[in-house]
C-alpha cells in the first residue's frame, strides 16, 4: 500500500482527479477526522461490514473493509458497538431485500444510542430507483447510499458526510472505468478471490443482475496477472477468478484474450497452487475452455455450472440459450476430459409455467452434480418473467422444490460415500470452526473436508484419507 501512498500529494492540497489517487488521498483526509474522533472520544472508532448475497459482494466487501481501515476504523464486535455501519446489499432475491429493510430498522435505535454513529448502503438493491425511494421516505436516518457503480468512490462520499453532518445519496446508473489499486484486506491468509470481469450481458428472463450490475466489461489481462503475483508474494496459493460470466472473459478488450487463454496465464504463475473460478454460463462454454481446464495442472478439476431448469420451453422463457440435452452432452464431455471433475450447479424451481420439475430431476439424476444452490423463483420487478401471467402457486412451487432436494441429496451424499477409503489432496485452510481438534479443508475438486492433521499443515497441501462422510461435507486424517 505504501508505494500508492508515496506517490500521493499533500492532503491540504488540491484533491487529485485521477483514481485511485483521488480516492487515497480522501482516505488520508478521513483518517484525520477519524483521529480527531478518536481522541474527542478517547477510543479507537469501530465498523460493521454486512454482506447479503454473492461471491461478488463478499469480495466487494474485502474492498470495503480494506478502505475502511485504512481510514483507521477497527472491527467491531457487532452493529450494537460499531460506529459505522455499511450494508452492502442484494436484490437477486426479494427474502434478501426484506432482511435488510428489517435490519435497518433496528438500527435507528443504535442510532439513539451512539448519536456517532453513521449508517451507510450500498450494492445491488441500491441500483433500484423504487429502493432509493423506500429509503428517502422510511429510513431517513441512513446517511450515506451509493451503488455498484461507485464503490470506488466510498472514501470520497464518507469524507463529504464526515466533514459536513449531512447525509448523501450517489446511485450512477452506468458503469465508469475500472478502478484498480485500491486497498483490500482478505479474509482468509492462504486463499484469494480476485475479479476478472464485472456486470452481466445475459438477460436471462428472471434476473436483475443485468440492470443492478451493468454491462459485461473485463478487466485487463496484464492486472489481473500482477494482482494474483501480488497476492503470491503475500502468502496467497489458491486464487478464485470471479465473474458473472467468466466464459465470455476478454470480449471488448483490445488485445487476443479469452477466458481459457487467462487460465493458461494464470497456470504459468510460480506460487500458484489452485486455481478456481466461478460462474461458467453454458451457453459459453467453450472446448478450448474444458482443453485449457484438462491441461493446466493447478485448476482445479470443478466447475461451477448452473443449468437453472430442465425443460426445454421453460430455459427458452429463461433466456438461457442451451436445451437440456446439450446441457447434458457438456457435462458429459467435461468429465471425459477431465477426469474425476465435480460438477456443481445452481437450480431455480418455480419459474412461470414450471407446473412439474421431471425434466430438471432428470438432469439431477443424470449429471450427478456434487453440490447445488437451490433457489425457488423470486419474482423481480423489472424483469421480463416478472411480467409473465403464468406464476405458478406457491404450494405446487414448494412440492416441486421438495421433490429436487429429495432427488439432490442422496446424491451428492453418495458422491461423498464413494470417496470413503480413498486418498486425496487436501487443502488445509484452518482450524475448525466446531471442533478445534480438526482441520478444515477443500480436496481439489472442492468437496469441504474436517480432519485430524497437524497445524504445521494449515496453507499446504496434504495427503488425506476420507474416513466417513455426510451430504454436505467428507471427514478424515492426514497421512
Ligand atoms: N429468483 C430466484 N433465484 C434467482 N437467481 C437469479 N435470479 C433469481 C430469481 N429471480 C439465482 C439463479 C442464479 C443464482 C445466482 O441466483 O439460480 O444462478
Ligand atoms: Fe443473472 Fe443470467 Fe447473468 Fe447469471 S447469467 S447473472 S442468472 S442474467
Known sequence: MNDIYNNLTSIYGEAPVKEPARQLYFI??????????????????????????????AHDSEKIEGMLGEMGYIDSKG???????????????????????????????YKKTNPNLKIALCGCMMQQESVIKTVKEKYSYVDLVFGTHNLYKLPELLYNCLSTGESNIEILSAHGDIVEDLPSVRHFKYKASVNIMYGC?????????????????????????NEIKALVDDGVVEVSLLGQNVNSYGKGLDCDIN???????????PGILRIRFMTSHPKDLSDELIYAMRDCDKVCPHIHLPFQAGNDNILKRMNRKYTKEQYIALTEKLKKEVPGIAITTDIMVGFPGEYDVED????????????????????????????????????IVKKNFNSVLETLNPIIYEINKEKIGKTYKAMAEGVSDHDPELLTGRLEDNTLIHFKGSKESIGKITDVKITDCKTFYVLGEEI
Open 259 to 269: 477466458f481459457a487463454k487467462l487460465l493458461r496465464m494464470v497456470n504459468d504463475i
Open 360 to 395: 430438471t430431476l432428470d438432469i439431477i439424476r443424470r449429471v450427478r452434480f456434487a453440490g447445488a444452490f437451490t433457489f425457488i423463483y423470486s419474482k423481480r420487478t423489472g424483469t421480463p418473467a416478472a411480467v409473465m401471467e403464468d406464476q405458478v402457486d406457491p404450494d
Open 201 to 225: 450481458d445475459n438477460f436471462c428472463s428472471y434476473c436483475i443482475v443485468p440492470y443492478v450490475r451493468g454491462r459485461e466489461r473485463s478487466r485487463r489481462p496484464e492486472d489481473i496477472i
Open 79 to 109: 452493529e450494537e458497538d460499531a460506529d459505522f455501519i455499511i450494508y452492502n446489499t442484494c436484490c437477486v432475491r426479494e427474502n434478501a431485500e426484506n432482511k435488510v429493510y428489517g435490519n435497518l430498522g433496528m438500527l435507528k435505535h
Open 28 to 57: 488520508e483526509k478521513c483518517r484525520n477526522i477519524i483521529e480527531n474522533e478518536e481522541k474527542r472520544l478517547g477510543r479507537k472508532l469501530k465498523k460493521c461490514v454486512c454482506t447479503f448475497g454473492c461471491q461478488m459482494n
